[in-house]
């Protein structure tokens, strides 16, 4: 029979991968001195669990290599080597180059074998280094044997299990079929009983006879061993050949030793000579996003998710019996009916968002390899601290959100955190920490990366904005746009592009990777202290909380997460710039206005602008305000799109199809203020409220 | 006759091979579309306009969950707007383009009939060569009447 | 075709060995650890178990030690899958009780030789 193993691999990637994780994990956050021994369990038992797994499907490359990870794991595993920053950094090199074997394999690439033959010699130098342990268990040492060769006619075996041998599960008469088998029934078995004991001291769980078994067939030696070779070590076994001896008696020839290998000797106390490593590879491997189509869901979410469609069948059916003999009378169990149905589809929504929902957790573990490989290169001292990663959030939104924030730690690290002396000059204690925090918040989930480093240095900024021509010199701006013009395209503070960032791509894409998630992020900074960046993302990229609107005859959805404050204009005034900007003063600034009827060229009426509701929104750092005629309700629209049989349209993001069946369409804020050509750029040279 | 066989195209009883046309009136001409674009046929109920499009597209409709614009077939080939009426129906078509498949709906006056048009008996152009000729695939005769054959993957190609 | 308890920390090591077993006929209970194990165990009665040996919460070896102290499974084989060829852990299991071993790795067909060989 041949059974397709093929259809077990994707269940061995995926364990893998996890498993790694486990081992990249368990090795970061190892104490090196005082290792805790469940952890180097946890590490040793994902090699092993990787070994096995490879070898039996066929994967000797990804075995071969994870047999001396384990090999050395297993040594101090048993205390026989410490550990030590070297060998950490060889594992966690390991790591990286196993992951690269196995997503090669899962492309179906020929794999590359450079990086693991480096690193095996790197082990071997290490396991080499110390007395000549058992080079870590090779194959199976064939068993000793005397005489393989001279099969005879047959073969006697005298087989003296010792009295406990049935309690490890054996039983001589399946050993005694198997025998059977070999030699086609030619052989006669003999029992002798002169072992057991008188009747009351009889043990009935003990096995007290003894076997003479002769085999009239040549058959191999190697095989009747095979036949007993789990019982070795519970029986004497004596095994000669049919025409040496005569049928009676069995010269005692001595037993033959079917060990294994001679016992590894334990090596001496390890001191680890292993040579100096070259500081390995600065970044680690970049390892490809997995972004895989399938999900794991805990049972618990599938049964909630069952209960739930039952309820909302008991609710159909209760509606559709109303439904076929309906009258007037009856309506008040309409309601409530209908009623049950809403609340029913809710809680099914709820719950089906929710299996979509993982812990970000699975986002931030990247972390920690991250700041410990980048704080080594850049000579930091950096301690990261990560809370709520239980924190939920779409799997897809977290796929995508973990680009941005690889970049915005990298950042906090290479131009937030300072050098250890600097800090120490500074007064503050030479380890830079970096907080990493997660948390819901009305409906979206938040996310902080802060940094207790040199904070934004906004001298700086505005200067190198300057330059690039991107604010007019002399300019007033606020703290706060100019900590905003980090975002803008081209921009970046670095004197030397250093590797990892500070090319002045970063900024800009991050910002419009979270908008494109219709998510947004702000940043605040104190100088000398620190920065703090703060993403906001919704918590599904399908549903989107939008406030509607009212303009002429046609309702509009504005996504909530861009609305600053609505506005009755009766008491603020809109004064006019430059003959054709209407602007709005709030406080203490002055808020471009547009009207959306002119924008999207909306018949209306005339009406007074007292009469009209200014939305005050918020879109690359900008706020514009844009006139409406009223503010409807607010509620959970599903996004639909508008492209699939249309086109694209400057100023909607996509529709949805509201409760009356017909469709409104969703404004996309930051191409709307693109195309009304409203930019608080127009304001440059005037001066801020006071 | 064309010795080509395609296996699924409909055979009048004369064993000609033949496509079907479902046809409709509109401002008085008598315009067919091939009956296997056609998706369904609605009554016209309001459409929600989308800003800054083109004046022929109404706007778009619901259709189960998908959204699918509409267009007025009138303004489409540069005729006067005229009222809608209660007869007046958007046929939803499907096409496949290059570029995938395309829902939408167009405006007609009032639906007529499915005629299977022989492949071939149309005639095509003699037109002149005007912005509406694109749309055109050909002109064939059927019970003594023309039937305007639609081409519809550039009737239904939005210019930007 | 006997009741098989396969445990096993690796999901497509028990697919595996699963699959491969109800292939010839047998019936396969799983479980990812020896706590489980033990359970499963001593809930329902069964003619053989295969256990990995390095697993978390219980490991293969304990798994052997615990189930020898049911009066049930005093004389059910066990089967280690090991990939310790180290004769040491060979000793560990059976000093545990263990009936045997299967070496790690192995293909479908050796796993039902082996089988065989404790199930006649």
């Known amino acids: 029979m041949s059974i397709d193993l093929s259809q077990f691999h994707q269940v061995f990637y995926e364990e893998s991968y996890e498993g790694l994780d486990a081992m990249e994990q368990g090795l970061l956050d190892m104490d090196l001195v005082e290792p805790d021994a469940e952890v180097i369990n946890t590490i040793f038992r994902a090699a092993h669990s990787m070994k096995g797994g490879a070898g039996t499907f066929g ?47 899962q492309a179906g690439e020929a794999s590359d074998l450079t990086e693991a033959s480096e690193l095996k010699k790197q082990f071997e130098a290490i396991l080499n280094d110390d007395a000549p342990a058992a080079s870590g268990g090779g194959p199976e040492t064939p068993k000793e044997t005397d005489d393989n060769s001279d099969n005879g006619d047959g073969w006697h075996i005298r087989f003296i299990p010792e009295i406990t041998l049935l309690q490890s599960g054996n039983e001589p008469v399946r050993m005694f079929r198997q025998l059977a088998d070999l030699c086609d029934n030619q052989m006669r078995v003999t029992c002798d009983a002169s072992r057991i004991p008188a009747f009351t001291s009889m043990d009935p769980e003990m096995c007290y006879l003894i076997w003479d078994i002769q085999i009239e067939k040549a058959i191999d030696k190697a095989d009747i061993e095979e036949v007993f070779e789990w019982v070795t070590d519970d029986a004497e076994i004596i095994i000669t050949p049919l025409s040496e001896k005569s049928e009676e008696q069995p010269a005692k020839v001595t037993q033959p030793e ?26 680690p491997k970049q390892t490809k996003t997995q972004e895989s189509s399938s999900i794991r869901v805990s049972i618990d979410k599938v049964d909630s998710l069952i209960n739930m469609v039952g309820e909302l069948v008991i609710t159909q059916s209760m509606l559709g019996q109303l439904g076929q003999n309906f009258d007037i009378t009856r309506v008040q169990r309409l309601q409530e009916g209908l009623a049950q149905l809403e609340h029913n589809t809710r809680e099914l929504q709820e719950s089906v968002m929710k299996i979509r929902m993982m812990p ?33 959030l779409d799997k897809t939104v977290m796929e995508k959100i973990g680009d941005p924030m690889v970049h915005l730690i990298r950042n906090s690290i290479d131009h937030g955190i300072e050098l250890p002396e600097d800090r120490i000059a500074a007064g503050k204690p030479e380890t830079g920490t970096v907080n990493l925090n997660a948390y819901h918040q009305s409906g979206n989930i938040v996310i902080e990366i802060k940094d207790d480093g040199a904070g934004l240095n906004t001298d700086r900024i505005l ?15 606020s703290q706060e746009q100019i900590f905003d013009l980090i975002f803008q395209p081209g921009f970046s503070t670095a004197d030397v592009v250093s590797d990892l960032s500070g090319r002045g791509v970063g900024m800009d894409v991050v910002r419009r990777n979270i908008a494109a998630l219709n998510g947004s992020i ?14 906001r993302l919704p918590l599904t990229l399908a549903i989107l909380d939008g406030q509607l609107v009212q303009v ?52 209306n009426e005339k009406r007074p602008i007292e009469e009209s509701i200014v939305v005050v929104v918020e879109t690359d750092g900008e706020k514009i305000g844009v006139v409406v005629d009223e503010l409807l309700g607010q509620q959970q629209v599903v996004i639909k799109s508008l492209e699939e049989n249309y086109k694209r349209v400057d100023g909607i993001s996509g529709a949805t199809i509201l409760g009356d069946g017909t469709v409104a369409l969703i404004v996309d804020i930051s191409s709307l203020s693109k195309m009304s050509g409203a930019s608080s750029k127009v304001l440059d040279g005037t001066h801020q409220a006071a | 006759m064309s010795e080509v066989s395609e296996v699924e195209a409909p055979v009048s009883e004369d064993g000609v091979l033949t496509e079907q046309y479902l046809t409709f009136i509109m401002a008085n001409e008598e315009y067919g579309v091939d009956i296997l674009a056609v998706q369904e046929i609605r009554g016209w109920e309001s459409a929600t306009p989308v800003p800054n499009s083109p004046s022929y597209i109404r ?29 007046t129906v958007v046929v939803v078509l499907k096409v496949f383009t290059s570029s995938g498949s395309r829902t939408m709906g ?32 050909g002109l064939v005769t059927v019970n003594k009447h023309m039937v305007i054959l639609l081409e519809l993957e550039n009737l239904l190609t939005i210019e930007d | 075709m006997a009741k098989i308890l396969a445990v096993d920390d690796s999901a497509s090591m028990r697919q595996m060995v699963s699959f491969t077993l109800k292939g010839a006929g047998h019936d396969v209970v799983e479980a990812s650890d020896g706590n489980e194990a033990l359970k499963i165990a001593q809930g329902q009665a069964v003619d053989l178990v295969l256990s990995d040996v390095n697993m978390p919460n219980m490991n293969g070896i304990e798994l052997c030690r615990n189930l020898r102290q049911l009066p049930s499974y005093k004389f059910t084989p066990i089967l280690m899958l090991t990939t310790e060829s180290a004769g040491d852990k060979k000793m560990e299991g059976k000093s545990a009780g263990a009936t045997g071993w299967i070496v790690k790795p192995f293909n479908p067909d050796q796993l039902l030789t082996t089988i065989k060989k404790v199930l006649g």
Do not use: W
């Not at chain 1, 930091?380 to 709520?388: F, P, R, V, Y």
């Open chain 1, 59 to 105: 994967f000797t490359d990804v075995a071969e290599f994870t047999h001396v990870l384990e090999t050395l794991l297993d040594q101090v595993r048993d205390g026989q080597r410490a550990m030590s920053q070297d060998i950490q950094n060889l594992l966690l090199a390991s790591v990286d180059c196993i992951r690269g074997l196995l997503q090669g394999l």
């Open chain 1, 258 to 283: 079917i060990e294994t290998a001679p016992q590894a000797e334990k090596p001496p106390e390890p001191v680890v000579q292993a040579p100096k490593q070259e500081a390995t590879k600065a970044a």
């Open chain 1, 360 to 392: 970000i957790s699975f986002v931030f573990s990247r972390f920690p390899r991250l700041v410990r490989d980048v704080s080594i290169s850049l000579n930091k001292k950096i301690n990261l601290e990560i809370s709520g990663e239980n924190t939920e």
């Open chain 1, 463 to 477: 200067q190198k904005a300057i330059e690039k021509g991107l604010v007019v010199e002399g300019a007033n701006l």
């Open chain 1, 522 to 535: 702000e940043v605040t900074s104190e100088k000398g202290r620190g920065s703090r960046f703060i993403i």
């Open chain 1, 552 to 603: 002429g005859k046609e309702i509009y959805i504005f996504p909530l997460v861009s609305i600053v404050e609505s506005i009755q204009l009766d008491d603020l005034s809109i004064n006019n710039v430059g003959g054709h900007s209407d602007v709005l003063q709030l406080r203490d600034e002055y808020v471009p206005i547009i009207h959306l009827d002119d924008v999207f060229s909306i018949d």
């Open chain 2, 59 to 87: 706007g778009v409709i619901n259709l189960r969950g998908t959204i699918v614009p509409i267009m007025d077939l009138r303004q489409r080939f540069g005729l006067p707007e005229a009222e809608y009426g209660n007869e």
């Open chain 2, 106 to 137: 167009i405006i007609v006056d009032a639906v007529s009939d499915v005629y299977d048009v022989p492949i071939g008996d149309a005639r095509n152009k003699g037109l002149s060569d005007n912005q509406n000729s694109n749309f055109i695939k």
